[in-house]
């Protein structure tokens, strides 16, 4: 097989690879990234018994996943929720942006969780869904000037293999839609240098996959 055909081939199967990962149905909580305009999620483990939101300052980050939105619906799995491990139960969610406001005015939200969740904007809780819980809604609003704010949503699963989270907006005279999409609102993705680890991995794999075909080519 010629150069040029083995590259080909290499391209072709890495193309194969790609369509055949994981979709956003399949990893409700998000997906690998870094991507732009999204929440980022990153994931820990709780103890078991937990039955409150823990204190994210005080774990040490799994891993990390981001999110456009947030429609967990109710559902049930065995095979683990996160999409990153088979955990079903016993972990929390920490998810942060920058939320962008066009439209300054009094926004309502509405949390939909099972277990625990919360809402926090530029550190003042507006949501206040804690505790253990099938997935019941709790709502709340904040008024929002034009420009950059801080948003955070806090998530937590105890027992069992249900779960939810599903977060809304509505704009001021406007319906209700999932966040952050009911207008007036965007996102922009809070980043750490850790983000670029992920590609730089897949980077040195295609490096080290031309190299052998190219080594492999030679001696043929």
Known sequence: MRGGARIAAFVLVS???????????????????????????????????TSRLPDFTRMHRKATVFAPNLN?????????????????????MDYTAALMVAAPGTYGFRLVSQDGSRLIIDGKTVVDDDGVHPPVGASGAAALAMGRHAV???????????????????????????????????????KKWTDSLWWMWLLGIFGIAVAW????????
Do not use: M
């Not at 369509?19 to 999204?38: N, S, V």
């Open 15 to 49: 193309a194969t690879l790609a369509a055949c990962g994981p979709k956003p149905y399949q990893r409700p909580f998000g997906l690998h990234g870094p991507i732009e305009h999204t929440l980022r999620g990153d994931y820990y483990t709780v103890e078991k018994g």
């Open 72 to 92: 967990v619906v109710p559902q049930s799995s065995a095979d683990g929720f996160v999409g990153l491990t088979d955990r079903n139960e016993w972990f929390a």
């Open 152 to 190: 955070e949503v806090q998530y937590f699963k105890g027992p069992h293999w249900r779960a939810a989270l599903q977060l809304y907006c509505t704009a001021p005279g406007g319906r209700e839609a999932l966040f952050p999409d009911c207008g007036g609102l965007s996102l922009e993705t809070p």
């Open 213 to 220: 075909w190219v080594v492999r080519g030679r001696k043929g």
